[in-house]
RNA sequence: CGGGGCGUAGCGCAGUCCGGCAGCGCGCAGCGUUCGGGACGCUGAGGUCGGAGGUUCGAAUCCUCUCGCCCCGACCA
C-alpha cells in the first residue's frame, strides 16, 4: 500500500476523550474513528489488524474441527423469550419493534439461535458431536463504553458452540477450546492467563475466562505464584483465617463517640481492624440483607448474589436499613429483626469482635455470632486481595489487573432444555443437547495486543497481527532514491512481503514518527546515502539500532526475517 | 440510574464570570525556501459557537428546555 493513496491520515493530537493508550494509539495511527459513544469505524489500518486476528482464530477454530458460519444479527424477540433471557437481561439488550409491530432483539449472543437451528437440523446421534462458530457483530448496549476499542457498545466476536451428547462429549469439547484458545491467543502475542470465572445467570456448570494482563483491565485477578490458582476477584476464595480458640467474654457497652467507620471505631479503642466486624446492608428484591464481615474485608458482592440465589441486589438505604432496627455507623446484628443475616466465614472463625451497638455513639466488644446473634448463612462472601492465601497450597496470592478477551462457558442443557433442541439417542431415547458456548473479542484483543505492546513513540504490533510486516521510507526527493524504493516495493509485493510504503513528499521526521506510530514490525529506508552505498537501512520497531544490509538479496533477507519474527510465535502455539 | 464536567473550524483549545468585530495552535490549499526524527515564510479556504425557545437595541456569553459526549460511582458479558 502507498502511503500517499492511504484513505485515513494520522493525526498528531488525540481526541479528548480517548485515555486508553490504545485508544489513543488507535485513532493517531488512522486505525479506529469513533462514530458515536462505543461505536467504531475501522478504517483500513486497523481493518487489516482485525482480519489478521479473525485469519487466526479461524485457524484454530477449524483445527479442532469447528465449521464456520454465519447467523443473524437481528432476531425475533420470541426465541429470547423462550429462554426467559428476554426478561432476564436488562436494558444492554435492545429490543424494537419492526414495520409490522413484530417485537426484535438485537443479538448480543447467539444461543437461542444455535439452540433453534438444533431444533429443525439435529434430530439423531448421529449428528453429534459438533463445533460451529461464527465471526459476527454484537450490540450490547453498556451503560458506559469506554477506552477505544476496549469496551464498546457494537463489536465482533468470535462465538462458538459444542453440541454434545452429554457431560463427557460437553468435556472433550470444552478441552478442545482450551488448546485452542491457548494458540489463539499465544499467536496474537499476548501475555494472558486463563482464571476460574462466575457462571452468573447463565447457569452453566464452569466457566473460564482469557485474561490478558494490564494495568488498564478493569478485572481483577488472583494468582497464586505457584500456578495452582488463579481467578477473577468476582468468585476468588482463600483460606479461611484459623478458627479462634479465644474464650467467649462478656458483651459489654462501650462509647465510641463520633466514630461511625470502622476505621474509625479500631483506631478509637486502639484494636485491628481485623478485630472488628463491619455491617453491610444490601436489598435482594423486598428482602433486607444485612452482612457481617471482619472489618479488613470488602463483600464480594457475586459472591453473596450467588449465595443468595439473589437475581439483583442493590445497597440498602437510610430508611431500609433504619426500617430493621439498625443503626448506621453503629450498627450490628444484634437486636435487628426483619433482615436476613448472613455472616462471612471470617466472623464466624473469630472470637470477641468490636460491633455495633444499634445506639448512636456506641459500639459493643466481645461479639459472637450464635451467642449474641443468629446468623442465617454462615458462608465465604469476602472478597480476596493480594496477600491472602491460596486456596490450594496456602502461599501469599497476588493480585493483578486485567482484560478479558476471551471465555470458555459450559452451558449444559440450560438452553436446549428451554427450546426443545433434543436428539435421539441409540434407544430412540430424547435427551437435550448439552452446549458450551466459547467467545473471543476481536477487537478487544488486537486493542489488548496494543496495550501490552507500545512505546511513547507508538505500536509495537506483534507481526501475527501487524497492519503491515514492512513499512518502507523514501528519505529525500532524488529522482533515483524514488526509484530504488518504487523497485524495491514492487518486488517485495510480488514475493508476499506486505508493504506499507511511505511515498509521500513528506520531510524525514514526520515519515520516521508515522512509521514508529503505525507500529510496522520492519522498518526499510532508502536514503541519498544509503543508496549510494547500494544498502538499505533496517530497523526492528522493537530495536532501537538500525543497520544497514546489501540491496543484493534484500528480498529473500526479509522473507527470512519475517519468517523468523513468526516463528516466535508459532513456537509459542 | 446518581454525582461532576464538556459541546466554539477536521483535531486540540481560548473567549462565557462581567452581553458589543468569533479567535489561537495544529492540520488543509497555493507559492517560495528547506529536506535523516513531526521545518520556515507569505497568502488563503474553512464556523447554523450542539439544537430549540426566551430576555435584550444587541446573545458563543444571561434564562428555560433539549440533544450529544466524557469522567467517577451504581449496574453489567
Redesign the pocket.
Known sequence: MRMAKLFG?????????A?FPSHQLMV?AAMIR?L????YSLMPLGYRVIRKVEAIIREEMDRIGGQEMLMPFVHPAEIWKETDRYYL??P?LTRFKDRGSREMVLA??HEEVVADLLRTDVNSYKQLPQIVYHLQSKW?D??????GLIRVREFTMKDSYSLDMDEAGLDESYRAHEVAYNRIFNRFGLDFIKVG??V???GGSK?E?YMAFSPMG??TILICENGDYAA?REVAVFQSFPQSDEEMLPLEEVETPNASTIQGVADYLNVPLSHTAKAVFFMAGEQFVFVVIRGDLDVN?TKL?NLLDA?????ATAEQIAAVGAVAGYASPIGVHDATVVVDQSVANARNLVAGANKHGYHVINSNVGRDYEADYIADISAATAGHLCPNCGQPMIARRAI?IG?I?KLGTRFTEAMGATYLDQNGKSHPVVMGSY?IGVGRSAATAVEQYHDD??IKWPITIAPFHVSLLS???DADVLEACDALYDSLTASGVEVLYDDR?????????????IGNPI?L??????LDADEV?L?LRTDDQ?INVPQEGIVPHIRQLIDGLMAEYVSLA
Do not use: C, Q, W
Not at 491520515?9 to 476523550?17: G, K, L, Q, S
Not at 458515536?36 to 461505536?39: L, R
Not at 453498556?142 to 477506552?147: D, F, Q, V
Not at 524525514?508 to 506510530?517: H, T, Y
Open positions: 491520515r494520522t493525526v498528531r493530537e488525540v481526541p479528548a476523550d485515555e493517531r469513533p458515536g459513544a462505543g461505536i437481561v436488562g444492554e448480543m449472543t450490547r453498556e451503560p458506559r463504553a469506554r477506552g470465572a462466575d452468573g445467570m447463565m466457566s475466562e478493569e478485572d477473577n458482592e448474589r437475581g439483583d441486589l442493590v445497597p478479558e471465555n462457558f467467545g513513540r507508538g528519505i529525500g526527493k513528499n513528506e520531510r524525514p521526521g514526520v515519515k520516521f514518527n508515522d512509521a514508529d506510530l522498518r529506508s532508502i536514503s541519498r546515502k544509503t537501512e530497523r538500525s
